[in-house]
């Protein structure tokens, strides 16, 4: 059974602070990672895919990934009120299209 | 990215009953998706949504329950049947950009209350 883990929090932040996000998965074979961001009563959002060991920076964004470890997380710089949401880590299933999603962490940014 | 355009966004259905959810997507696609979010729960994959051949079930998911056609290469549907309060759930249509990097985009989900 392929499993993606994540705290589900909430994960509460001041405003300005760096929040971090962690996800674990089963599949060693696994080679392509994402970030979803879901806010409340809406559809997921990509945000970062990550493919190779290292960080993989876009504005605020930093993920990072440690296939030997199986771990993948995500970074948000400067966290803002309005990054609060649900951050799904989602890895894709060896020879397929198919993505498995971890169950999400709340993220809150309080001002 | 592609535009994808689901429909209805939102229904109240009795029990026993129906519903048919729509997916349009702006640009032609391999493959598309159906997932389930209960309340509270992450994305559960439904089904895999092929062009031209019968749609591939995950484990717990049945056609008769979920039955899905795929036309053409830009539209997909799923219906939910015989409807119980334990279907009331988000239900979503993804798409898998074609160029090899497993990235998924989704509609902005069909939000079904059974009761």
């Known amino acids: 059974q392929k499993e993606v883990e994540q705290n589900s929090g909430p994960l509460s932040v001041p405003e300005g602070a760096i929040a971090s996000l962690n996800c674990t998965y089963s599949?060693?074979?696994?080679?392509?990672f994402f970030w979803y961001r879901q806010y409340s009563g809406k559809s997921p959002e990509l945000i970062m895919s990550?493919?190779?060991?290292g960080d993989k920076e876009d504005g605020r964004f930093t993920a990072q990934l440690n296939k030997a470890s199986q771990y993948v997380s995500l970074l948000i710089r400067d966290s803002q009120p309005s990054d609060s949401a649900t951050y799904l880590c989602?890895?894709?299933?060896?020879?397929?299209?198919?993505?498995?999603f971890g169950t999400g962490t709340r993220l809150q940014v309080f001002p | 990215s592609a535009v994808i355009s689901q429909k209805p966004s939102r229904d109240i259905c009795q029990r026993g009953t129906s519903l048919t959810i729509q997916c349009q997507v702006d640009?032609?696609?391999?493959?598309m998706f159906w997932y389930r979010q209960q309340p509270g729960q992450s994305l559960t994959l439904i089904a895999t949504?092929?062009?031209?051949?019968?749609?591939?079930?995950e484990s717990g998911f049945v056609i008769d329950k979920f039955p899905i056609s795929r036309p053409n290469l830009t539209f997909s549907t799923l219906t939910v049947s015989n409807m119980s309060p334990e279907d009331s759930s988000i239900y979503l249509c993804?798409?898998?950009?074609?160029?090899?990097?497993?990235?998924?985009?989704f509609g902005q989900g069909t939000r079904l209350t059974v009761v």
């Open positions: 993804s798409v898998a950009q074609s160029t090899g990097t497993h990235e998924a985009f």
């Open positions: 599949d060693r074979g696994s080679q392509s």
């Open positions: 990550i493919y190779s060991n």
């Open positions: 989602a890895v894709n299933i060896l020879g397929t299209d198919k993505l498995i």
């Open positions: 640009s032609q696609v391999t493959m």
């Open positions: 949504a092929n062009q031209g051949s019968e749609a591939t079930y």
